[in-house]
């Protein structure tokens, strides 16, 4: 559909460079494990790679490398000046201490630095990481250089360059676009009931945010068990129980015990999945029984499985348009940084809104005009603009 000729889609179809290094790492017993870690830059034709870092077990390059084309459609959806970046090590951070998680945060830092700043690449958060790993790679980076390099990471500590705002922004922005969809598709925002797989950040506030708009949220669950009450859940206790380490079935609130699949098939008017891939797949597609799901996590939905939803008539709200809001305060955070002048929350969350509505109603206007579904708008949009601006800068030399 945008007529890309095969010079431009050989180009884009392939990441620009990978570097994968493996390297050690004292553990608090004295013993060395060795580990492996990944940075992959898909396009930097918009800008600086953008993109974040997981530590996760099942870690895999592979899985990197998507990561990091998806951020370059998302960074170019959003209109930020950024290409596409990820990062990952297999590890499972759960499983050490803080002072090893440091010792590897910094030296997978030093073994990847080259690639590294804030006119080059700038990490940010990712599923098994977090402000403090933040703050230490940013420390890290600053003391090869000499001097702070605050711009150089993103969802950092406020106390140590980050921005008011940063750490509810992805599901700030996926609340925004979810009631973009409901008054898009008709549906009344009063009432809507809201299931939301995936109960981290992300989910919290989308749910928080929803609730507080009038909908009804009754189901949620994490990776250990979920919680489900058709009258609307307590989303304040389950939180504060889920922080203070507990589970669901713990927070002695209103509801019954339900299982991760079982939420994913409740008669709901919308549907979250908010934590890994591949959430909605072939096996359970068919199960799925709401008016609109929103990806909050990246690609949750399969394609043999998004293929199911839209015989069903349920309209998908792609993750380059839904979870963008996290990418997009660290873009305020990043300009904030290099300015050395910072912004409030009213602020933050007012431009937030802005640049969130402004991206929902260019697909959902793509979307009318060329009767195509939404994700396939938005990818329209973003590799449109990641081409265009790859072919006005040319090839070198």
Sequence with gaps: MLHLDEDARCVLREVKRIFQVHFPVVLDDGSVEVFVGNRVHHNIARGPAKGGIRYEPGATLDQTKAL??????????MSLPFGGAAGSVRVDPHRMSSRELERLTRRFTTEISLLLGPERDIPAPDIGTGPQIMAWIMDTI??????????????????AGGSVGRVEAAGRGLAIVLM?????????LEGATVAVEGFGNVGRTCARLLGEAGCRVVAVSDSHDGWHCDRGLDLARLEAGKLAGGRMADANVPGESITREELLGLP???????????????????RVRARIVAEGANGPITPAAEAVLAEDGIVVVPDILA?????????????QDLQSFFWDEKEINAQLERAMLRASEQVWAYHARQRVPLREAAYLIAVGRVARAAKARGIYP
């Design 68 to 77: 990091a084309m998806t951020m370059s459609w998302k960074t170019a959806l």
């Design 180 to 188: 973009h969809a409901l008054r898009n598709t008709g549906l009344s």
């Design 268 to 286: 709901v008017t919308v549907l979250v999945p908010a934590s890994v891939e591949s959430t909605i797949n072939s096996s359970n597609a068919s």
């Design 323 to 335: 979870n963008a809001g996290g990418v997009t305060v660290s873009y305020f955070e990043w300009v």
């Design 142 to 159: 600053s003391m090869h250089q000499g001097f702070s390099v605050t711009a150089s990471v993103t969802g950092k500590p406020i106390e």
